[in-house]
C-alpha cells in the first residue's frame, strides 16, 4: 500500500508525521510524495487560526477531488474540535482525534482493514524521511500544555501535558542517526514544560541526548520564554546544540501580554535577548507576534511596534488575530476591525523584512558549516542552485556543477551577498 503523508501548522504536527511514516512502513506499507499515487493519504490538520481550519477543509476537499480511490483519514487539531464536521466531509473514511495519535497507524489500518504484506515489511529506515525530502527530523518529546493563554485553542485540543520518557527519546535519536539523519528537533505543545509530570525538564533531556547519542546537531521548536533557567543557557557551550531559538513574544505591549495571559513581560523578554547574544552575538531569536489583538489601541500598537523594532530578531511569524469559539479572548471587548489589522500587519512585515535582512548582512563574511538540503533549482546549463541551513538557522544558497550531490552533507561556506529570500554562499571546492 502506497501511503501519502500531509500537515498542516506546526513543528509538532511534522515530528508526527514522521513518527507516522516510520510506523506505515514497519507494517509493510511505502511513504509516497504523490498523493495522486496513494492508496491511503493521512492528514495532520492545525486549528490554531480560523484561517488554519479553513486551510484544513479546504485540503481535505482537495486530496479527495484529486484521487477520489485513496482512503482518507484526518487527525490533528482542526479534527479534534470540528469532528463531526470533519467526519461528515466528502472522502473522510476516518477521524483520529489528538489524544488517539499514538494509535493513529493501528487504527488506520484495523479500522479501514488495511491488511499489510509480509513480504514487503521491514525496519522503518531513511526512506520514511528522505522520501519526504527530510535531511533532519523532527521529534516529539512531549504533549499538551498547562497554560491558558485566552487567544490559544491548541491548549484545549491537546489536553493534559504528558512527556516521553528520556530513554525513549534517547533510543528515537540514536535511530535516525544510524539511519543517515544529522539533525534532529525537539518538539512539543508545550516543549519547556518537559518532564513536569517525570520530576524532570528540558535541561536535563538535552544534557542526555548530547551524552548519549552521537547525533551531529540538535535544534530546539518553538520554547515560552518563561521556561529558560541558567542551566538551560548553559547548555548553548556545546557546539551540537544548534544556536537558534523561536522564543513566542506574541505583543511588545505588557498590557496585550496580561490581556493574553502570557507569562513574560518585555523587560524579561529583553534580558533573556542580551544574555543569548552575550554569549553569541550571531545567535539567531526568532518569535510569533499576534497583531490586533482585542482592545489593542493605537499607543499599545506603537509600544509593541517599538519594543520588537530594538529586540533584533533574525525572523517574525506574523499572525493577524482571528477569533477563536471557545477561547477566552472570543469573548474580550474591544475587537478591532478588519482594516485596522490588515494595516498593522502590513506595517509590521515592512519592519521583519528588514529585520532579517539587516540580520543577514551581520552574518557576511562569516564562514559556518551548513547541512544541505535535497532541494536543488537549474542555475546555468551545467549547475544547479543548492540550499541548506547554518547552525544559525540562516537558509544558505550556493551554485555547485550539476551533477554533483552533496545532500545531506555538512560542509563549510563563506557567506558572501544577499539573496532573495536566503544568504549566498561560496562553497569551498565546488
Known sequence: MKVHLKTLGCRLNEAELETWAQAFQKSGHQITRQAEAANLVVI?????????????????????????????????????????????????????????????????????????????????????????????????????????CTFCIVTIARGDERSRT?????????????QGI????????HLGGYGSDLGSNLADLIKAILSETDIPRLRLGSLE??????????????????????????????????????????????????????????????????????????????????????SGFGHIHIFTYSKREGTKA????????????????????????????????TNLGRSYPVLWEGYSEPYAEDKQLVFGYTPNYLRVGSIINH?????????DVNLTAIGEDYVIGELRGH
Open 225 to 310: 520564554p518563561w521556561e529558560l533557567n541558567d542551566d538551560f543557557f548553559a547548555l548553548f557551550e556545546n557546539p551540537r546544540l544548534m544556536p537558534h531559538l523561536h522564543l513566542p513574544l506574541q505583543s511588545g505591549s505588557d498590557a496585550v501580554l496580561r490581556r493574553m495571559a502570557r507569562r513574560c513581560k518585555t523587560e524579561e523578554f529583553a534580558f533573556i535577548i542580551r544574555r543569548l547574544k552575550k554569549q553569541d552575538p550571531y545567535f539567531n531569536i526568532s518569535t510569533d507576534i499576534i497583531v490586533g489583538f482585542p482592545g489593542e489601541t493605537e499607543q499599545e500598537w506603537q509600544e509593541s511596534f517599538d519594543f520588537i523594532k530594538s
Open 166 to 178: 528520556a530513554q525513549s527519546v534517547i533510543n528515537e535519536v540514536n535511530n535516525l542517526y544510524h
Open 44 to 148: 495532520n490538520s492545525c486549528a490554531v487560526t480560523q484561517d488554519a481550519a479553513r486551510k484544513s477543509r479546504n485540503l481535505i476537499r482537495r486530496i479527495h477531488r484529486e484521487n477520489p480511490h485513496a482512503k482518507l483519514v484526518v487527525s490533528g487539531c482542526y479534527a479534534t474540535l470540528n469532528q463531526e464536521e470533519a467526519t461528515s466531509l466528502m472522502g473522510v473514511d476516518l477521524v483520529v482525534s489528538n489524544k488517539d495519535k499514538d494509535r493513529l497507524v493501528e487504527k488506520t489500518l484495523t479500522e479501514l482493514t488495511m491488511t499489510s504484506m509480509p513480504a514487503m515489511s521491514t525496519e522503518p529506515g531513511e526512506i520514511s524521511l528522505f522520501t519526504r525530502g527530510r535531511q533532519r527530523a523532527f521529534v516529539k518529546v512531549q504533549d499538551g500544555c498547562r497554560y491558558r
Open 403 to 411: 551533477d554533483t550531490c552533496i545532500e545531506n552533507q555538512t560542509l
Open 330 to 361: 472570543a469573548s474580550l471587548p474591544n475587537q478591532l476591525t478588519n482594516d485596522i489589522k490588515k494595516l498593522r500587519s502590513q506595517q509590521l512585515h515592512v519592519l521583519a523584512d528588514a529585520m532579517k535582512k539587516k540580520f543577514h548582512e
Open 182 to 189: 544529522n539533525e534532529v528537533i525537539l518538539t512539543g505543545v
